[in-house]
Every structure is written in C-alpha cells, then in structure tokens.
C-alpha cells in the first residue's frame, strides 16, 4: 500500500502532540497516512510498552490512519547509524511516501533530534539504488520522499510554515487523550512526570493558539523545512 505521507516519530504520542490535526485534514482530503513509531516509549515514567500500543492503536483509529508500525528501537538509547537507517529505509520503500513529518530539530527530549536525524538520513539513503533491501523475500525499489518536513515539539522553534488546523482542533485533542497513561488522571497512582499536570494541556493548546495567531486563524501547527519551500501560484498562499 503506497501512503501519500509518513509521520516518523521517536515515541507513541510524538505525532499526535505535534502534527495530528496536519494529520487529520488531510486524511478529510482523501490522503493515506500512516505513523511509523521508532520506540515503544518504555523509558517513560508512566505506562508500559503494552499500554503504549494499546493506546497508539486507539488514537490511530480516532485519526482513521491507513497504517501504524512500531520499529522497537531502544527508548532513549537508539543513535543514528546504518543499522537503524536501514530499518526506517525498509518502511520508506514500503510505503513509498511523497511526504515525510519527522520529529523537531531541537527540542528539550534528546530522542526528538535523533529522530529527526535519522528520518532524514533515511529518506536520502532511501533513494540511493546501489542500496538493496528486501520485503518478504521481494527487493524494493529506491524511493526517496519528495519533501521532508519537521514538526514543532515543546521547544519553540520559529516556524517556516503553518498549518491551519482550526477545523480539526477537536480530533486532535481527542488522539492525544487516547494516550490515558501519559497525561493528566487525578486517578493515577504513577509518578509524575514532564506531561502528566493538567497545565500541560493548557500548553498544547497556547502553543496551537500562538502557531494560529501567526497565520490569523483560530488553532495552527508549525513545521520547519530542510529545502526551500516552492510555489506555482501566489493565490496559493494565506
């Protein structure tokens, strides 16, 4: 199945914080998406990696994805070389995507820029025909993404683009409270951590709020580009 875009992120939950209503508008248009999670998120303070693909599983079917996997790197310790190129290069082939969401270039949780590293890295080695892989037994094709983008986590970042969300602002709310184990319950015994208060909510949507007012609209999210970004019509723009 060919998606038309790849969200590549180091954890369960790093999608739908940061781009899940870019991901659900274009799913409204009629596009395939799909998530590719790079760990199971096990070093985090709350849950369990079991929890973690319930609840991804969950927030998938709320966004009506075409496609989730999980690549089980190591949370917290997977580093950028070949060997974990190579297996997000399997899913770039796979998938063949025009269009790849990869994690922040900075940002406070150091798995977030490796992430974005090695998304990136893959997306060119992907395209790379000296570079065999195989899928059940069958070589793929080199498939290089058109455009690779990088979406704003919880370190600011000025965004070279926003998308509106306004419309979506309710389904992405919806995706990331599939996540019960991560985020506020005055029921849960677990400790505390970085995103468990009930301020960090207000925080999601401040920042949507402050992404939206950029661009005159209600809600928005931000993305980072690493190529100049094109157009063909100036009405193209808002």
Same mark, same amino acid.
């Given at each position: =199945?060919?998606?038309?875009?790849?969200?590549?992120?180091?954890?369960?939950?790093?999608?739908?914080?940061?781009?899940? $209503?870019?991901?659900?508008?274009?799913?409204?248009?009629?596009?395939?998406?799909?998530?590719?999670?790079?760990?199971?998120?096990? =070093?985090?303070?709350?849950?369990?990696?079991?929890?973690?693909?319930?609840?991804?599983?969950?927030?998938?079917?709320?966004?009506?994805?075409?496609?989730?996997?999980?690549?089980?790197? +190591?949370?917290?310790?997977?580093?950028?070389?070949?060997?974990?190129? =190579?297996?997000?290069?399997?899913?770039?082939?796979?998938?063949?995507?025009?269009?790849?969401?990869?994690?922040?270039?900075?940002?406070?949780?150091?798995?977030?820029?490796?992430?974005?590293?090695?998304?990136?890295?893959?997306?060119?080695?992907? $395209?790379? +025909? =000296?570079?065999?892989?195989?899928?059940?037994?069958?070589?793929?094709?080199?498939?290089?993404?058109?455009?690779?983008?990088?979406?704003?986590?919880?370190?600011?970042?000025?965004?070279?683009?926003?998308?509106?969300?306004?419309?979506?602002?309710?389904?992405?709310?919806?995706?990331?409270?599939?996540?019960?184990?991560?985020?506020?319950?005055?029921?849960?015994?677990?400790?505390?951590?970085?995103?468990?208060?009930?301020?960090?909510?207000?925080?999601?949507?401040?920042?949507? +709020?402050?992404?939206?007012?950029?661009?005159?609209?209600?809600? $928005?999210?931000?993305?980072?580009?690493?190529?100049?970004?094109?157009? +063909?019509?100036?009405?193209?723009?808002?």
């Amino acid at each position: =199945m060919k998606l038309d875009i790849l969200v590549i992120a180091a954890h369960p939950d790093d999608a739908e914080l940061s781009c899940s $209503g870019t991901i659900a508008a274009h799913i409204a248009k009629g596009h395939k998406v799909g998530v590719l999670d790079l760990t199971k998120g096990e =070093m985090g303070t709350r849950g369990t990696p079991e929890t973690r693909l319930q609840e991804s599983a969950e927030a998938s079917k709320i966004l009506n994805l075409s496609a989730r996997e999980n690549l089980s790197f +190591r949370d917290a310790f997977f580093v950028n070389d070949e060997a974990h190129q =190579m297996e997000i290069v399997k899913i770039i082939r796979k998938y063949q995507p025009e269009i790849v969401l990869a994690n922040a270039i900075t940002d406070r949780h150091p798995d977030h820029p490796k992430g974005s590293e090695v998304a990136s890295q893959a997306c060119f080695i992907s $395209g790379l +025909r =000296m570079v065999e892989t195989d899928h059940e037994g069958l070589q793929q094709e080199a498939w290089r993404p058109k455009y690779v983008y990088h979406y704003i986590q919880n370190n600011y970042i000025k965004p070279d683009f926003v998308f509106d969300i306004s419309e979506f602002w309710e389904t992405k709310l919806e995706s990331i409270k599939a996540f019960k184990s991560q985020f506020y319950d005055p029921n849960n015994q677990e400790p505390a951590s970085f995103i468990s208060s009930l301020e960090y909510f207000k925080f999601i949507e401040a920042r949507a +709020r402050e992404f939206g007012h950029m661009i005159n609209v209600q809600y $928005g999210e931000g993305f980072t580009v690493e190529k100049m970004v094109g157009v +063909r019509d100036l009405f193209d723009l808002h």
